[in-house]
């Protein structure tokens, strides 16, 4: 599926005076996908830069036109069944794509628990990143780890925090004592340690799922459902929610929760976060790089997790942000890789 570029929804702030240029947005997949959605944010927020024209597509099919450059979102889910049939399908598409090529690269290999696991998705990214001429990541950790190509530095341009369509009505469960899990559900979600945590906590509260099972899961909600009556705790799964419905649902959890501690770049933290909200975080790698940029923007479990959860849910107004959530100004460097990669190409 393709789109053509489409009138500016804003105005950027970013000042990127500069030539014109023609960009080609990639993201095969569905839109409700968390990367496509990223991919589309991205090209949403280029094309309201003046002199800035973005043509997007949500297949591998390349639609006519001429492009100073293409970029493209990599994750081995979106491109194959496997690391190894993903990076060979990228390997193909990208032998016929629009040069030169941007990559950013999603769920980057390097703190996998399996160590064969990691390393087979390890040389999955490698053979994507010798196919390309920059590569950009979210954030700190992920630059390091995809460093797997010589001559090739990854620039960190962080997740867009963007505001959210204002809310819907309030959910059905909105007077309830509620712990949210917010994004689709996957193992290693936090879910089943958000069950955990409440269960342990003794508060008698209810775990939503904010959010739907990911394609090729869904056996997993049955399972949660079964974890949560052995608890004694109740589980309630939305399914997929508009914009609007999940704005009100972020608002009227009373803890959000992103309780996993293997986390990388997380837009369901951006999510919480452009809702007004402090999610309640394990300590990890991503947390302390978002406190080092954004202090104050989380939660920060500092004891165990039941223990941090009553605390939270004895003061829920530690869980609303007090302040204006961060802005990055995401077009702006995004524009800045694109445009030092055709200049590299010009010259060559």
């Known amino acids: 599926m393709t789109s053509r570029p489409t009138t500016p929804m804003r105005t950027s702030g970013c000042g990127c005076d500069g030539p014109a240029v023609r960009v080609l947005s990639v993201a095969p997949g569905p839109e409700e996908h968390g990367v496509v959605r990223h991919a589309l944010t991205v090209a949403r927020l280029l094309s309201a830069v003046p002199g800035v024209q973005v043509t997007t597509t949500r297949s591998l099919d390349l ?77 700190a950790r992920e630059a390091r780890d995809a460093r797997l190509v010589d001559g090739l530095h990854p620039v960190v341009v962080p997740l867009p925090v963007e505001p959210l369509a204002a809310p819907g009505a309030a959910p059905g469960w909105a007077d309830r004592s509620t712990v949210g899990v917010l994004g689709f559900v996957y193992p290693g979600k936090g879910h089943a340690e958000a069950l955990e945590a409440v269960a342990r906590s003794g508060l008698r509260a209810t775990v939503v799922a904010l959010g739907g099972p990911s394609a090729g899961h869904e056996p997993l909600v049955a399972q949660l459902h079964r974890r949560a009556e052995s608890l004694g705790v109740e589980l309630l799964v939305t399914g997929s929610l508009s914009e609007p419905d999940l704005h009100a649902a972020a608002r009227a959890t009373s803890v959000p929760l992103a309780a996993y501690r293997t986390l990388g770049a997380s837009a369901s933290i951006a999510t919480w976060i452009a809702a007004a909200r402090r999610p309640l975080v394990l300590p990890s790698a991503y947390v302390l790089d978002h406190e080092t940029s954004w ?54």
């Not at 032998?95 to 996998?112: C, K, Q, S």
């Not at 399996?114 to 950009?136: F, I, K």
């Not at 959530?325 to 694109?338: F, G, I, S, T």
């Open 63 to 139: 639609p006519a036109g001429a492009y100073d450059v293409t970029h493209v979102q990599f994750t081995d889910a979106l491109f194959g069944t496997d690391v190894a049939g993903a990076a060979r399908a990228f390997e193909a598409w990208s032998a016929r794509a629009p040069r030169p090529l941007v990559v950013t690269l999603h769920d980057v290999p390097g703190a996998d628990p399996d160590p064969g696991r990691d390393a087979r998705r390890r040389e999955g990214y490698r053979r994507v990143l010798a196919q390309v001429d920059a590569v950009v990541v979210s954030w």
């Open 295 to 348: 202090p104050g923007a989380l939660l920060v479990a500092q004891e165990d997790l039941p223990s941090a959860l009553a605390a939270a849910m004895g003061n829920l107004s530690s869980t609303w942000s007090t302040s204006a959530a961060p802005r990055p100004d995401v077009a702006a460097a995004h524009l800045a890789v694109l445009r030092s990669v055709t200049a590299r190409a010009a010259a060559a």
